[in-house]
């Protein structure tokens, strides 16, 4: 059975950090492109950050709005990725999910929400 389990979110005032985890099981992890997800209120889904997979060298692509102050990394003995969150800004809020991609398989977690206000 295939799981992408979020945790790390929570509130934190804004200039913090955070890291999330995703936790992955049930597939073969080291085939997957790994990516984080967004969605705040009112709005649609946004890709974060996303890692490739190892045969394609762990490449990482980030969204504008997050670059120089996100950083995504895989653990592939662990079957986790992660995302580590400098500098949050208010408009950081959002439920962040965890998604798994290979060829037209795709997964994705529960979400975890991150909350960043003073």
């Known amino acids: 059975q295939v799981q992408l389990v979020e945790s790390g979110g929570g509130l934190v005032q804004p200039g913090g950090s955070l890291r999330l985890s995703c936790a992955a099981s049930g597939f073969f992890f080291r085939w997957y492109d790994m990516s984080w997800y967004r969605q705040a209120p009112g709005k649609e889904r946004e890709l974060v950050a996303s890692?490739?997979?190892?045969?394609?060298?762990?490449?990482?692509n980030y969204a504008d709005v997050v670059k120089g102050r996100f950083t995504i990394s895989r653990d592939n003995a662990k079957n986790t990725v992660s995302l580590q969150m400098n500098s949050l800004k208010p408009e950081d809020t959002a439920v962040y999910y965890c998604?798994?991609?290979?060829?037209?398989?795709?997964?994705w977690g529960q979400g975890t929400q991150v909350t960043v206000s003073s």
């Open positions: 890692i490739s997979n190892v045969g394609d060298g762990e490449t990482t």
């Open positions: 998604c798994s991609r290979w060829t037209v398989k795709e997964y």
